[in-house]
């Protein structure tokens, strides 16, 4: 029995809710516990030895992902991974269907298929057996989230007993259920017949009199959850993995920190002794990962859930606390860096503090409201940003090359 794994990468006209982080890097290449958000879907997908070949799927420019394939191709020797890249935004179904021939090509028996912007425990091996065991044609991974939130997602009403799906809406204006879509499926070749029955429903109603499109090439963009999701809901075959494990959503720039935060836990409860993981000492209270070539001064205290990149420079006396912090940054002696997110080059000087505000992964949003108004609850300093000597920064974004020389709260720096 072959499969194929597809991963849902996106493009560069999307991922605007990451930013200011995506203006020099794609969303999906970000690093979240020391490694790209993709290579996480990659590392999972070596769990599951059918897999012998993952397409990533999107609409970028083919040199965004060169030198990560090459590394990732040397990483993963499992499989093949290679890239298909759209000639314009075709939407999650359209892009599948666009490459169908390629995707079907060796005729696997079945296929992944992952959002790309998806942290979770990646419950593949399980979704396979339910989507042997129960003969399916397609099985969705499903979470439980507090009712105030399911509406931000699509929403699963599923048999209890089969497991089976009943219903399926995407954000419903009211409220169904908080059994919520977790971005990740395992689908047969069925999947591309649906697919085709929609895209032919959608070309009969561009061509009706009374239906009115800006976009004359709209019967090709098709989306996965919207279009076909809800079409599976209605036929046999569709199913429900529902996973208690952890889950989280990679929307914004700022739910980078609660990723990291999960990613971190779940690799110091499988292995403590992973590469880039610091040992627990007075001055590292774990999970902690730093790059072996970033400098650290003994008496800084980093932790928990803190990531240090590449070449970074962190002083004496220096205290980070649930962070990112990439490459060729520098804190310097005396700093704080909480809840923040240190882009490439950043530079904190003496005695600064850059500081956002606690916020729970089960919350799935990083927007709080501060005095009336909602602003990012983790600070983030784009590419190059240089804060001064004794200077506050809390809940701010700040833009690529901006310095900061006075105190600054709730406010978006351009």
Same mark, same amino acid.
């Given at each position: 029995?072959?499969?194929?794994?597809?991963?849902?990468?996106?493009?560069?006209?999307?991922?605007?809710?990451?930013?200011?982080?995506?203006?020099?890097?794609?969303?999906?290449?970000?690093?979240?516990?020391?490694?790209p958000?993709?290579?996480?879907?990659?590392?999972?997908?070596?769990?599951?030895?059918?897999?012998?070949?993952?397409?990533?799927?999107?609409?970028?420019?083919?040199s965004?992902?060169?030198?990560?394939?090459?590394?990732?191709?040397?990483?993963?020797?499992?499989?093949?991974?290679?890239?298909l890249?759209?000639?314009?935004a075709?939407?999650t179904?359209?892009?599948?269907?666009?490459?169908?021939?390629?995707?079907?090509?060796?005729?696997?028996?079945?296929?992944?298929?992952?959002?790309?912007?998806?942290?979770?425990?990646?419950?593949?091996?399980?979704?396979?057996?339910m989507?042997e065991a129960?003969?399916?044609?397609?099985?969705?991974?499903?979470?439980?989230?507090?009712?105030q939130?399911?509406?931000?997602?699509?929403?699963?009403?599923?048999?209890?007993?089969?497991?089976?799906?009943?219903?399926?809406?995407?954000?419903?204006?009211?409220?169904?259920?908080?059994?919520?879509n977790?971005?990740i499926?395992?689908?047969?070749?069925?999947?591309?017949?649906?697919?085709?029955?929609?895209?032919?429903?959608?070309?009969?109603?561009?061509?009706?009199?009374?239906?009115?499109?800006?976009?004359?090439?709209?019967?090709?963009?098709?989306?996965?959850?919207?279009?076909?999701?809800?079409?599976?809901?209605?036929?046999?075959?569709?199913?429900?993995y529902?996973?208690?494990?952890?889950?989280?959503?990679?929307?914004?720039?700022?739910?980078?920190?609660?990723a990291?935060?999960?990613?971190?836990?779940?690799?110091?409860?499988?292995?403590?002794?992973?590469?880039?993981?610091?040992?627990?000492s007075a001055?590292?209270?774990?999970?902690?990962?730093?790059?072996?070539?970033?400098?650290?001064?003994?008496?800084?205290?980093?932790?928990?859930?803190?990531s240090i990149?590449?070449?970074?420079?962190? $002083?004496?006396? =220096? #205290?980070?606390?649930?962070s990112? +912090?990439?490459?060729?940054? @520098?804190v /310097?002696? *005396?700093?704080?860096?909480?809840?923040?997110?240190?882009?490439?080059?950043v530079?904190?000087?003496?005695?600064?503090?850059?500081?956002?505000t606690?916020?729970t992964?089960?919350?799935?949003?990083?927007?709080?409201?501060?005095?009336?108004?909602r602003?990012?609850?983790?600070?983030i300093?784009?590419?190059?940003?240089?804060? $001064?000597d004794? =200077? #506050?920064?809390?809940?701010?974004? +700040?833009l690529?090359?901006? @310095?900061? /020389?006075? *105190?600054?709260?709730n406010?978006?720096?351009?």
């Amino acid at each position: 029995m072959s499969a194929k794994a597809l991963i849902l990468v996106g493009g560069g006209t999307r991922g605007t809710r990451f930013r200011p982080l995506s203006l020099d890097i794609p969303k999906v290449l970000f690093p979240v516990a020391g490694r790209p958000i993709l290579s996480h879907a990659l590392q999972a997908l070596t769990k599951v030895p059918q897999i012998k070949e993952v397409l990533l799927i999107g609409f970028y420019d083919d040199s965004v992902f060169k030198d990560f394939l090459t590394e990732a191709t040397s990483e993963f020797p499992q499989f093949t991974i290679k890239y298909l890249r759209e000639y314009k935004a075709l939407g999650t179904a359209g892009g599948l269907y666009h490459f169908r021939d390629v995707i079907l090509k060796g005729n696997p028996s079945m296929f992944f298929v992952l959002h790309a912007d998806i942290c979770c425990s990646f419950p593949l091996t399980e979704m396979l057996n339910m989507f042997e065991a129960k003969e399916a044609k397609a099985v969705i991974l499903g979470i439980r989230v507090p009712q105030q939130a399911a509406s931000n997602f699509g929403c699963i009403v599923m048999d209890p007993v089969t497991k089976k799906v009943v219903h399926y809406v995407e954000k419903p204006e009211t409220y169904i259920s908080n059994l919520i879509n977790g971005g990740i499926y395992v689908f047969d070749s069925s999947i591309f017949d649906v697919i085709g029955d929609a895209r032919a429903l959608r070309t009969e109603q561009v061509h009706d009199e009374f239906m009115i499109y800006d976009d004359s090439d709209s019967t090709e963009i098709l989306r996965l959850e919207q279009d076909i999701l809800v079409r599976l809901a209605q036929m046999d075959g569709f199913y429900v993995y529902e996973t208690r494990d952890f889950w989280r959503q990679i929307k914004t720039a700022g739910s980078a920190v609660p990723a990291n935060a999960l990613y971190l836990q779940k690799l110091f409860q499988t292995d403590i002794d992973a590469p880039g993981l610091a040992r627990a000492s007075a001055y590292i209270i774990p999970p902690v990962f730093i790059h072996p070539t970033a400098v650290v001064h003994p008496t800084a205290k980093l932790g928990p859930n803190v990531s240090i990149g590449a070449r970074a420079r962190i $002083g004496a006396g =220096v #205290r980070i606390k649930e962070s990112i +912090v990439l490459e060729d940054t @520098e804190v /310097k002696h *005396d700093a704080c860096v909480l809840y923040s997110i240190l882009a490439r080059g950043v530079k904190i000087n003496a005695w600064a503090r850059v500081e956002g505000t606690p916020v729970t992964p089960a919350d799935h949003s990083t927007i709080i409201v501060k005095n009336g108004v909602r602003v990012q609850s983790v600070t983030i300093l784009a590419q190059d940003v240089i804060v $001064g000597d004794e =200077v #506050r920064c809390q809940n701010c974004v +700040v833009l690529p090359h901006k @310095e900061i /020389k006075k *105190d600054v709260e709730n406010e978006v720096i351009m």
